[in-house]
């Protein structure tokens, strides 16, 4: 079974960077799309930034484009999403989610990511 889990989240002040790490466990890490999400009490989930199992390109939400970058190490199969310059709008709780399907395009959608983690939360103080 799927699992992964996210940490790194803390309370930083803003323009400082942070990186979020997320283990995948239980599976072949390569055949699997994955993607951040990040809500806040109140509101709907948030694309953060996807990629596709075949590593051939990114795709991030308009208001981290240019600051947030995703990654993965294969070796340690762990998923990362390094955020620079950090605004207090940046508070969320972040999660990591694994995408079963093999295809190409990145999904921003969270219904189409079947393995979610519990998130960690980032706090950006003004």
């Known amino acids: 079974q799927v699992h992964v889990e996210e940490s790194g989240g803390t309370l930083v002040q803003a323009g400082e960077s942070l990186r979020l790490s997320c283990v995948f466990v239980?599976?072949?890490?390569?055949?699997?799309?994955m993607g951040w999400f990040r809500q806040v009490p109140g509101k709907e989930r948030e694309f953060v930034a996807a990629d596709n199992w075949l590593g051939s390109g990114t795709k991030y939400g308009d208001s981290v484009k240019g600051r947030f970058t995703i990654s993965r190490d294969s070796a340690k199969n762990t998923l990362y999403l390094q955020m620079n310059n950090l605004e207090p709008e940046d508070t969320a709780v972040y999660h990591c989610?694994?995408?079963?399907?093999?295809?190409?395009?990145?999904?921003?959608?969270?219904?189409?990511?079947?393995?979610w983690g519990q998130g960690t939360q980032v706090t950006v103080s003004s």
């Open positions: 239980g599976g072949t890490f390569s055949r699997y799309s």
């Open positions: 989610a694994a995408r079963s399907r093999l295809t190409s395009i990145i999904s921003t959608r969270s219904y189409d990511y079947t393995y």
